[in-house]
């Protein structure tokens, strides 16, 4: 008996789509005008980094950051703190890497869903699409991938996988997905084809040629549903995490399993493999054909920069470098006591990140190492920046569960910071000055 279409029932009765990927489409309106708001307070690569001020930080090999475009990273401006905001109805999906457009989904006056690009300088709408939908990720570079329902003649409507450039929304791609489509999410593109995770009633993951046609379509194993995936060069890296304990990892080529799935909430996938958790501080790295190897990974795995389409190498686990900049260099490194108690140290200057710890939620880095973003354990619902001198630049309240009335989520998109409330409002924080 085929399922009530999610994305349709929206377009007609008000429905808000689920977002799988671990935030809520809320309450979308349309809107969005940039406002005022009172501020608060690249590197070339090198065998070893250096302080802002040129000080050696020690021998530190070059991580591997790789997949990853412009705005994995932090705008560097951060380092002076907070400046103006601009505020949108709807939820966010994206900014372009050039920090220059807002992707977001909203109810147009039709009260259909629609999906609308704003210019973050003038506000101004430049394109949309509608009745559609987009789930956050849906920025590659300087195209956006989104749904498109179009009617049919004999009633009901057809969805559509659509590739659009982000400036003005020129279709460059258009592929089928089910009807019945509840959400579209873009795991990441290779310059071959175009990755989609498409849940509906039979959630697939499939591959999209660059002329709309499939390349192939695998079905999610049961239990997969509201897992993420990780294009990892030839291979998609998928669940592993407490939200989707099941994990496994299939083959670009064709669909088929490259690592048949398995039960685990504590997967770390790397370029080359994956980390899977045995307890509190036993890991064990794998390559991709599920077999262990040697790479020793003595207490958690944190991702060097975290950002879902960049990957790192599994030597880049053992080197307990928890931070990088676009460069590969370290930004902060944790050593554990022999209690398994962490302390991490800005491996530029030498100075210890306060309240830093095993559950220390590190959001974004800047692209030049001088700045991060994070939740210390001591402040959880509280998002700080902090320049690699240990000063405090800027704060924003964050709320860890966005399903209140006054929930609020907080991303890094297109190297900007870029705020969710539960009433559907998107806020994007600009670096002071910008």
């Not at 409507?157 to 999410?185: H, I, K, M, N």
């Not at 509906?200 to 993420?228: K, L, R």
């Not at 003595?298 to 880049?316: C, E, I, K």
């Amino acid at each position: 008996m085929a399922a009530t279409p999610r994305l349709i029932a929206a377009l007609g009765i008000g429905l808000a789509l689920s977002t799988l990927a671990g935030c809520s489409v809320l309450g979308l309106f349309p809107g969005g005008a940039p406002t005022p708001a009172p501020s608060s307070p690249a590197p070339s690569p090198g065998a070893t980094a250096s302080s802002p001020g040129g000080a050696p930080a020690g021998a530190r090999p070059l991580l591997t950051p790789l997949g990853a475009d412009a705005g994995a990273w932090l705008a560097p401006g951060y380092a002076d703190g907070l400046g103006r905001t601009f505020d949108a109805e709807g939820t966010p999906c994206g900014v372009t890497p050039d920090g220059a457009i807002l992707l977001l989904q909203a109810r147009n006056a039709q009260q259909q869903l629609e999906v609308r690009a704003l210019d973050l300088t003038t506000g101004e709408k430049l394109w949309s699409t509608a009745p559609g939908s987009c789930e956050p990720g849906a920025v590659i570079g300087t195209v956006a991938v989104v749904a498109r329902a179009t009617e049919k003649p004999q009633g009901g409507y057809a969805v559509a996988a659509l590739r659009v450039r982000a400036s003005d929304g020129e279709v460059l791609t258009e592929g089928d997905v089910p009807d019945d489509l509840g959400g579209l999410t873009a795991i990441g593109e290779d310059g071959r084809r175009t990755y989609l995770f498409v849940h509906a009633e039979e959630s697939s993951i499939m591959a999209m040629n660059p002329d709309g046609s499939t390349a192939w379509s695998a079905p999610v194993p049961p239990g997969g549903t509201v897992a993420t995936c990780r294009l990892l060069d030839e291979t998609l890296g998928c669940g592993g995490t407490a939200s989707a304990s099941l994990a496994w990892a299939l083959n670009t080529g064709d669909g088929s399993f490259r690592v048949q799935p398995f039960r685990s909430t504590e997967v770390t996938w790397a370029h080359d493999g994956y980390v899977m958790g045995h307890g509190a501080t036993a890991f064990v790295a794998h390559d991709l054909s599920g077999s262990p190897v040697g790479v020793d990974v003595a207490a958690v795995p944190g991702l060097p920069a975290p950002n879902t389409r960049t990957s790192f190498r599994l030597a880049d686990f053992a080197s307990g470098v928890t931070a990088v900049d676009r460069d590969g260099r370290a930004v902060l490194v944790e050593e554990f006591d022999q209690f398994g108690l962490g302390t991490s140290t800005f491996a530029q200057t030498g100075v210890t990140l306060p309240d830093a710890g095993l559950q220390t939620v590190m959001e974004a880095v800047s692209s030049d190492g001088a700045v991060v973003a994070y939740r210390p354990i001591r402040t959880g619902t509280t998002l700080l920046l902090r320049t690699s001198r240990g000063t405090q630049v800027g704060s924003l309240d964050v709320k860890l569960d966005p399903t209140g009335d006054t929930g609020i989520t907080v991303d890094m998109m297109g190297g900007l910071l870029v705020s969710s409330s539960a009433s559907g409002l998107t806020t994007v924080y600009f670096p002071r000055g910008s």
